[in-house]
């Protein structure tokens, strides 16, 4: 065999990607990252309107997941399954009052926790990287404390559930370990902390509360 021959049959076999093992077992990841969550509040004002306040609130976040992933035989395609919880610092105040009209009080709000369940669809887009999309429903723990109200002071405690999605994307360090990143938004459904059947100083009130949730994490997850 030829001198340029040999050195052809050795370059093919170094640039030829060797063929990974599909992406397929029980997963377990730590998330960090933040969250930012549009605090909206609609209400009756001192004028029986309907006025909106909305405050953007930025946290850090820490999560863990867990799940099941399974490339289809022959085939890029992943699917799966996770459950997940995250715990943040998230905390705000603000005043439930347009410009130029009467204070309805004041708010504080908590969102501790998040949990929920989802669905994974993904393709691997090369043998270690791999794109995926997820779906699926969570909860946020919740906590409103109202101050300064017509009537005295409230405190409102409740977990709220709505429809959370987003996508992401997993590169394979080794077959057992991964590293990515994720988008998630979470849209609860609104709550109603406040609702008199009776009116207060002539003028009924009403507090309608419906958070959005977006959160972005960095991921390092285990393969088993």
Request: charged share 15%; glycine share 12%; net charge positive.
């Amino acid at each position: 065999m030829s001198f340029i021959k040999k050195l052809l049959i050795t370059t093919i076999v170094i640039v030829t990607p060797l063929s990974a093992a599909p992406v397929r077992g029980l997963f377990a990841s730590l998330n960090l990252g933040c969250r930012y969550t549009n605090q909206n509040h609609d209400y009756t004002n001192n004028t029986g309107g309907v006025d909106n306040e909305t405050k953007g609130e930025l946290a850090t976040s820490f999560g863990l997941s867990f799940g099941l992933l399974n490339q289809v035989e022959k085939t890029k395609a992943v699917i799966g399954g996770e459950v997940s919880v995250s715990m943040n610092q998230s905390k705000i105040s603000y005043n439930l009052q347009v410009s130029g009209g009467q204070p309805e009080g004041k708010v504080s709000i908590a969102n501790p926790y998040t949990f929920g369940g989802f669905g994974i669809l993904g393709t691997m887009l090369t043998p270690k990287l791999m794109l995926y999309a997820k779906a699926g429903y969570a909860w946020v723990t919740t906590t409103l404390k109202y101050t300064g109200l017509t009537e005295g002071n409230e405190s409102y405690k409740k977990t709220m559930g709505g429809i959370s999605g987003g996508g992401g994307i997993n590169y394979l360090i080794t077959d057992k370990v991964m590293v990515g990143g994720e988008y998630l938004i979470h849209v609860p459904a609104e709550s109603t902390p406040r609702d008199n059947a009776v009116a207060i100083n002539g003028q009924k009130r009403k507090f309608v509360y419906h958070p959005t949730i977006h959160s972005i994490n960095l991921k390092v997850s285990i393969l088993f």
